[in-house]
């Protein structure tokens, strides 16, 4: 199912007018549907790809959220480019969060608006893609990810834990 179209004057679960949302449901037993979606918000530069179950109880309806954050801490070894971040919840129907996925899913983050202001272009193959750990108050980069520093795209697979993701110079 591919829905588009949305608009924020009904703000339906938080979605933006430029959400787009491609749902898959496969039978894989008779009693037994397995769901998938990507969650694709352009509006703040994120797409979001959950392989089926990830989410725990497949009779669980959720709320999934991205939002654009300057709580973005510069730490000593990191500095998030542009001071910005992206916060990546799920909410189940009881209210409950749910940070930790069963199995990995697939992060986009488009920085294109970044560069070349205030990434400098020939920095661009030097930036990092990663998440912010509370515990030890620093950003942790992602191994699983690829930059495509033509379009200014990262990709981050196999992502079992949701929180702040950013674009960092090291």
């Not at 179209?5 to 949302?21: C, M």
């Not at 037993?29 to 352009?42: E, N, R």
């Not at 999934?64 to 300057?70: A, L, M, Q």
Request: net charge neutral; charged share 20%; with cysteine.
């Amino acid at each position: 199912v591919d829905t588009t179209n949305f608009t924020n004057k009904a703000n339906y679960r938080g979605a933006g007018e430029r959400l787009h949302l491609i749902e898959r449901f496969t039978r894989t037993k008779s009693d037994i549907l397995l769901y998938q979606v990507t969650v694709d918000d352009a509006r703040n530069k994120i797409k979001l790809l959950l392989p089926a179950g990830s989410m725990g109880s497949a009779n669980s309806t959720v709320t999934i959220k991205t939002k654009k954050t300057t709580e973005a801490p510069a730490t000593a070894n990191y500095r998030p480019v542009g001071g910005v971040a992206t916060e990546i919840s799920i909410v189940d129907s009881t209210g409950q969060a749910i940070s930790n996925l069963s199995s990995g899913a697939t992060i986009v983050i488009d920085y294109s608006d970044q560069v070349p202001n205030p990434i400098p272009v020939s920095d661009v193959g030097k930036l990092k893609s990663g998440y912010f750990d509370e515990t030890i108050g620093d950003w942790v980069t992602l191994d699983n990810c690829t930059n495509d520093t033509t379009r200014y795209v990262f990709t981050c697979m196999d992502v079992t834990h949701l929180t702040k993701f950013t674009i960092f110079s090291v």
